[in-house]
């Protein structure tokens, strides 16, 4: 007795952690119990319906062989319908869901983004489809530099660059544009598409500046004298200092 009065008390001591513990024996006992009478209930059902089916099938007077095949036949009926009655349950949510994320930019600023950013990358309106990436730029033009920055208060090239990535299309990067240019997988210029990253070499030896490439040789960047700002890699400054452009 006295020993099993100390097992008892052991469990209780350990069953508060700091996930909440073992639980206690009395709700493991009633877990079990409503776990079995459920299951009982279940196989209740089952029979009562076997039975109650092949009744009805010897009043139709079909053969037993013949019963297993019915049997099976109307299981799978009545899966297909509760299966279908949930898909088309879900059907006006994902209808919702898919207006929700329409309307999270109205028509009418989209349409000022696309007319605004064909203009400043000198291509038709119908090329500005990435409405989220020129959302994001748009909100950023202008922004002053600042040496490390990541905010509106002042950003530099590289944290200019692992912001619109992540916000943009969810990939993260960090640390110096050195260490991104070593990081990427290199591509040459005829390859580069929207997103891609390029970096300078600025009077200096190493990789000194980057930018994020969008179209028609445009490129966006956190200009030390101009903060976030959009150039041509066909300028003949940054067409002498271009180093790489590379894809994560």
């Known amino acids: 007795m006295i020993a099993l009065t100390h097992s008892v008390s052991s469990i ?13 024996p009395e709700n ?16 209740y059902v089952l029979l009562t319906f076997s039975a109650m089916f092949n009744y009805t099938l010897g009043l139709l007077q079909i053969k037993p062989e013949k019963r297993l095949i019915y049997f099976y036949a109307l299981i799978f009926f009545l899966a297909s319908c509760i299966f279908s009655c949930r898909s ?22 989209e349409n000022k983004i696309k007319t605004r950013f064909a203009h400043l990358l000198e291509v038709d309106e119908n090329k500005i489809r990435n409405i989220k990436l020129y959302v994001f730029i748009n909100d950023w033009l202008g922004v002053p530099y600042k040496y490390s920055g990541k905010s509106k208060q002042g950003v530099d090239c590289s944290g ?8 943009v299309y969810g990939k993260k990067i960090s640390g110096s544009t050195e260490n991104i240019s070593n990081a990427i997988n290199d591509i040459s210029m005829s390859n580069l598409k929207e997103g891609d990253l390029i970096f300078f070499k600025i009077e200096s030896k190493k990789p000194s500046h980057m930018g994020i490439y969008l179209m028609n040789n445009k490129f966006v960047h956190a200009s030390v004298k101009l903060g976030v700002t959009i150039n041509d890699l066909n300028e003949k400054y940054y067409k002498k200092y271009f180093y790489k452009a590379g894809r994560l």
């Not at 493991?28 to 196989?43: E, G, N, S």
């Not at 879900?90 to 109205?106: D, Y």
């Open 12 to 24: 209780n001591d350990h069953s508060v952690g700091c996930d909440g513990g073992a639980q206690k």
């Open 160 to 167: 200019f660059s692992s912001l619109l990535l992540q916000d």
């Open 28 to 43: 493991t006992f009633k877990h079990v119990r409503i776990a079995r009478t459920v299951w009982q209930r279940i196989t």
């Open 88 to 109: 088309s349950k879900n059907l006006p949510n994902e209808k919702k869901e898919t207006k929700e994320t329409k309307s999270n930019i109205p028509s009418s600023k």
